[in-house]
């Protein structure tokens, strides 16, 4: 009865931690805001987009403060907290003055990305916990719905804004997120210590506090990889309205882009972590790397439906790097330190999503952006190569 009521619970934090992220990636469905939030907050695209890199630099430094309060008070007050900032941040957008749109990256992206940022760890680690043996499948679940949200929400968007309005949108989503992820979260419990400790086998696994781990070489080369993954897909997302019209896309075809992306994102994050778990993690990520790099050499002449296909693959090989990375974490620093870990870890993107941006505008790169993406794809792969397993005993890498 006890290990029914251990299965039960596992699955029941799957399904709450999927309900959650379902509703929650608004970072892969920004393609779709962009241009309603320039026109109802009179934004120019360079304010739309600060607004997008904050968001994303929001999450990643998000996920250490989350961390921290996951490790020390557990997933279900971090959770909340991500609630709370996540709602605060989508009525704000909502009652923000139209004049004064400099502000959306403070008064939206600032919270809404700290939001975002305290749920996913809180509930990647904690399915981590309670599927200690399948990490890659307990990654994968609560990933491809993820990726799903990007399809629902760009769906979502493109029918009820031209009816609301963009503030009507942020409303809506602030008065479904609000009940889902409270009570998603309120769920949310690391399994008994025993348990875990059997789980993770007879020999244990390895123990890096924060601390250690950042004495280590694989720690740097993860977050450089991490960091490396982004241009593929952060150089073009904020752009793609405009990048899709200059390659002979219609104007509402461009939500069906966004579709086509968030359903590549779904797929990686759902198959990619399954995988590693027959073929390690770093096998798949540098496969991924490689992957990433051709097709962001492809995407420089993609036009018409493959565009679309391009850039579906392209969200395939981001969101799947980014789906192994809190097992391939585990791996190799383990379990106990799981959130604020992974926290570190994700400040990779955070560097990525701002660096690489402003490396762009700052050399007038448009086409380059696509060389830009190759060569940072490139480099990840080399640095994931490099990876070994650390000293501790850990399994397969």
């Known amino acids: 009865m006890r290990s029914s009521g251990a299965s039960a619970r596992g699955r029941g934090i799957l399904a709450a931690g999927a309900a959650i992220q379902l509703l929650t990636g608004l970072p892969a469905a920004w393609g779709v805001f962009q241009q309603p939030v320039m026109e109802e907050y009179a934004l120019s695209e360079a304010g739309a987009a600060a ?4 968001l994303i630099a929001a999450y990643g430094a998000g996920c250490v403060a989350g961390g921290f309060l996951q490790d020390r008070r557990g997933p279900r007050c971090a959770a909340l907290w991500g609630a709370a900032l996540l709602e605060g941040g989508l009525w704000t957008a909502a009652a923000l003055p139209g004049k004064a749109g400099w502000a959306m990256p403070l008064a939206f992206s600032l919270p809404a990305g700290l939001g975002t ?7 990647q680690s904690c399915a981590q916990k309670w599927y200690a043996g399948r990490k890659g499948m307990a990654t994968g679940v609560i990933g491809a719905a993820a990726g799903l949200s990007g399809a629902f929400l760009a769906l979502f968007v493109h029918w009820a804004e031209p ?11 602030g008065a479904l997120c ?44 993860c977050a450089g990889a991490v960091c490396l993954s982004t241009p593929a897909v952060l150089l073009f997302s904020p752009i793609l309205a405009r990048l899709g019209a200059e390659r002979g896309l219609a104007e509402g075809q461009v939500a069906w882009v966004v579709a086509a992306g968030s359903a590549g994102s779904t797929a990686g994050r759902l198959l990619m972590p399954l995988l590693s778990d027959k073929v390690g993690r770093r096998r798949a990520d540098l496969g991924l790397f490689a992957a990433s790099a051709g097709l962001s050499a492809a995407f420089a002449g993609a036009a018409g439906w493959q565009f679309a296909a391009v850039y579906a693959g392209l969200t395939f090989c981001y969101s799947g790097l980014s789906a192994v990375l809190p097992a391939f974490s585990t791996d190799l620093f383990g379990l106990p330190h ?39 794809a490139a480099a990840g792969f080399v640095c994931t190569w490099y990876v070994k397993p650390t000293g501790q005993k850990t399994g397969e890498i």
């Open 51 to 54: 607004a997008f890199s904050v």
């Open 338 to 376: 799981a959130g604020v870990n992974y926290g570190f870890l994700a400040l990779g993107q955070s560097a990525g999503s701002l660096l690489f941006p402003l490396a762009a505008g700052a050399l007038g790169l448009e086409a380059g952006r696509h060389w830009l993406a190759v060569c940072a």
């Open 178 to 221: 609000g009940p889902v992820c409270l009570a998603g979260a309120a769920l949310l419990r690391d399994p008994p210590a025993a348990a875990q400790k059997q789980k993770q086998g007879p020999g244990g696994g390895p123990d890096y506090p924060p601390a250690a781990m950042l004495r280590t070489r694989q720690y740097w080369l």
């Open 163 to 173: 009816l609301w309005g963009v503030r009507g949108v942020f409303r809506a989503l």
């Open 117 to 123: 940022a305290f749920l996913y760890p809180a509930i």
